[in-house]
């Protein structure tokens, strides 16, 4: 009985001894400050604040204003977001996001009468819910790149038929910075 009992206690001492913890690496970095050059080239400001919350998720936040408004329709948007992220490194590589968008747009209004069908130019606030797709690499010195796509589905001002913005997209080629 003496013998089983020490085996028991050795085998348990051994299977401490030889288990390892490793030690998350705490995340310095936790900022990162965008600017979507697909936007800008199209005549539209889009900046984009995100922070980082664990190596596989952040949040953000995302403001866009067109200076060129002869090619947007969109007066502002809004965008929180959320992104779980399936690289190696912390917080890069592919993800899936999900969006929120308060937008504000300038959208025509299909009205069908008894003699005719005409359109009204309307500006409407709504709010958006979506889901999008999207890489990001950085470089060890912090820069960053960022490719995204997503669609999200107007909620409200849905009084009207037939809306050309029923439906919102989010898209960018986006540059900058994680401090």
């Known amino acids: ?12 001492f051994c299977t401490n001894g030889f288990s390892q913890t490793e030690e998350p690496t705490p995340i310095v970095n936790k900022n990162e400050l965008k600017v979507n050059a697909l936007y800008l080239i199209l005549g539209s400001f889009d900046v984009s604040y995100e922070r980082i919350l664990n190596e596989e ?9 067109p200076f060129d408004n002869d090619n ?28 929120g968008m308060l937008n504000n747009v300038d959208d025509f209004i299909y009205e069908e009468t008894s003699t005719d069908y005409n359109y009204e130019q309307k500006t409407l606030t709504d709010f958006a819910l979506g889901i999008g797709l999207g890489g990001k690499w950085v470089t060890k010195k912090g820069l960053l790149l960022e490719i995204n796509a997503g669609v999200g589905r107007n909620l409200f001002n849905n009084q009207y038929d037939d809306r050309d913005y029923e439906l919102i997209g989010r898209a960018g080629i986006t540059v900058g910075y994680r401090f």
Do not use: C, H, P, Q
């Open 1 to 12: 009985m003496k013998k089983i009992i020490t085996l028991l206690v050795v085998s348990l």
């Open 57 to 65: 998720s952040a949040v953000g936040i995302s403001i866009n204003a």
């Open 72 to 99: 947007w329709d969109i007066n502002y948007t809004a965008t929180g977001y959320y992104r779980y992220y399936f690289g190696k490194k912390i917080a890069s590589g592919f993800f899936g996001e999900a969006f």
